[in-house]
């Protein structure tokens, strides 16, 4: 009985669990990446402790690949090093590690994964209860295979109505933050339903529950569902949903009356309407991330690239978010489009989303992204500005060299 | 008794320590790096026992863990704030970076004031005033009695959780 996050941690520790208990719990995962897992690493070694289950802990070289300076090089031989000694086989570089941990089946509903990196909650798309934590709560987990949760209370929040041209997941979770500030959901779990959702593929699902901690969500959940299963295959689905759930708080959104929201810097939370900033320059657009780097994005983008030209004076740079979905875009003519358009493709990872790589920011200059953070110095320059935006805006936008509506160009 | 450096509301990881600094693991270097672009002079003018007041979601943002550790290595002794983001919060308590909860003292500071914290009581001193901070839960309480997590696991295991759970 209860919310998505009580069901789970009940069917886990089999004991009814309701909100606000503390408890230890065991996972299935746990995730670091090439920044998070050397600090990790270090704090697990202070434990003086074998490693708990190799074939559960998990590296993905993404935020720095490859290592573009001599210190970040080090910190992928220290993960390297450290997985070799431990017989830790899942080290990935292919992809970001939010887009992996699902390709690669990681992720089950029902589950409970923990991640060095804050948009761990991505995995909750498919019904797992996934949370970020730092390097020392992760070492803990590689060490016992458990940690501990205060279980959240949760807020539901509920899309109406279809999606008008134009309008993106996205653009829900944006008008969401808008309306509940960034810490909005600070120590709590998020369930997005309601038929939007239901209709919504496990792709654009990610995109939801990815940007859930951006409002200081612990975890935003999707109830399991026949897309679940088409995307995942029987195995490992369950049923679950919540069962007379009492929540703190209930949210509606109508997507219909909706248009495309658009995160203004320096703030997720400081979101309006695309038409309050259209026209406003652009130096670069960035198409990628663990929010908006999928298959579906990339089709997005590239219809709108298909026979027209990037702006001249405007890099435009995507990223897919894995060796998978950059393959798949090779077959469908994608990455052909993009360059043809004008557009820099760099390999899957990260990209410009942090800044510490490539496609970094000089002072005064003026981005627009599908990632998910437009704090001042989150893409180099504190002086820099960052618009978070769909993957059709950033496509119109691109083209056009400032801020511009994709539903001029259908 | 240190000093106030007070700071706004949603100061982020990225502006504690941006992401092009945080690609080592040495806690100096992080420390050298604190608020390098929000606020140049930090790393240098910060003497121990000096204290950050802020505003509101103090952390949010990226759950690296070199932002608690920045701010340790810098010199700070507590971070005093309206609230704080999830995983800051813990990661803070984690590394044994006091952080105190208080919603009344942010309009009560300027920049520079001095001020004392006692972590354990939660008592704040600062202009002739006393604030109290909110009590820790129960997991925070015993990880900062043994110091940090790494020794409060490895000196008691997760009986020392469960116990209080």
Known sequence: MGTLTEEIFTRRLGRPIHAGEIVVAPVDYAMAHDVTGPLAIEAFRQLEVPIWDPDRVIFVFDHILPANTVAAAGLHRQVREFAAEFGVKHVFQEGICHQLMVEKGFVRPGGIVVGADSHSTTYGALGCFSAGFGSTDIAVTFATGRTWFRVPETIRIDL???????????DLALQVIRRLGAEGANYLAVEWGGEAVEAMSVDDRLTLANLTVDFGGKAGLCEPDEHTRAYLGDAGVIDLHPVQPEYRQLVEVDAETLEPQIACPPAIDNVRDLSEVEGTHLDEVFVGSCTNGRIEDLAIVAGYFEGRQVHP?????????????????????????????????????????????????????????????????????????????????????????EIADPRRLN | MGRVFKFGDGISTDAIIPGRFNVTTDATALGKACFIEARPDFATTVQAGDVIVAGRNFGCGSSREHAPVAIKAAGIQAVVA????????????NIGLAVVQCEAIYGAVQDGDPISVDVRSGRIDVNGKMFTGETPGPVATAIMEAGTLIDLIKTRGWAAIEEVS
């Not at chain 1, 109406?160 to 996205?170: A, E």
């Not at chain 1, 410009?352 to 627009?368: I, N, S, W």
């Not at chain 1, 001042?376 to 805006?393: C, F």
């Open chain 1, 313 to 401: 004076g405007t890099r435009t740079i995507v990223v897919p978010a894995s060796k998978k979905v950059y393959m798949e875009a090779l077959a469908r003519g994608y990455i052909q489009t993009f360059m043809e358009a004008g557009a820099l493709v760099m390999n899957a990872g990260c990209g410009p989303c942090l800044g510490r790589q490539h496609g970094v920011l000089g002072p005064g200059e003026r981005a627009l992204s599908t990632s998910n953070r437009n704090y001042a110095g989150r893409m180099g320059s504190a002086q820099a500005e960052i618009y978070l935006a769909n993957p059709a805006v950033a496509a119109a936008s691109a083209l056009a060299g």
């Open chain 1, 160 to 170: 109406r109505g279809g999606l008008p041209p134009g309008v993106f997941p996205k």
């Open chain 2, 82 to 93: 309206q609230s704080f983001a999830r995983i800051f919060y813990r990661n803070a308590i």
